[in-house]
């Protein structure tokens, strides 16, 4: 099981990017898919959550700037960040929650600059 996250950079504060998150391995079970930061010092937060039916919900933080979603055939999970702050600088992660465990990505930097 392999969950390749990629899409991070260096960008200026009201910019935007596109995570992706390429799922090689998991075909069945899936319970949900999320996206995860952590911030140097910080604690890893959740960002957002998408689940097979199609349900999303976002942490406050997220909300009306970030937006997840899937593309089944290319098996990808993908959040696209727009408006971005000094704040959103992580490391970003996306998980697969399935019936058989956890799955992480190894992350991908984002840093907005001021």
């Known amino acids: 099981v392999q969950l390749q996250a990629s899409g991070g950079g260096l960008v200026q504060a009201g910019g935007s990017l596109r995570l992706s998150c390429e799922n090689s391995g998991i075909k069945t079970g899936i319970k949900a898919m999320r996206w995860y930061r952590q911030a140097p010092g910080k604690e890893r937060e959740w960002v957002a959550i998408i689940i097979p039916n199609g349900s999303i919900s976002y942490a406050d933080s997220a909300k009306g700037r970030f937006s997840i979603s899937r593309d089944r055939a290319k098996k990808t999970l993908y959040l696209q960040m727009n408006s971005l702050e000094p704040e959103d600088t992580a490391v970003y992660y996306c998980?697969?929650?399935?019936?058989?465990?956890?799955?992480w990505g190894q992350g991908t930097q984002v840093t907005v600059s001021s």
């Open positions: 998980n697969y929650e399935t019936v058989y465990g956890s799955y």
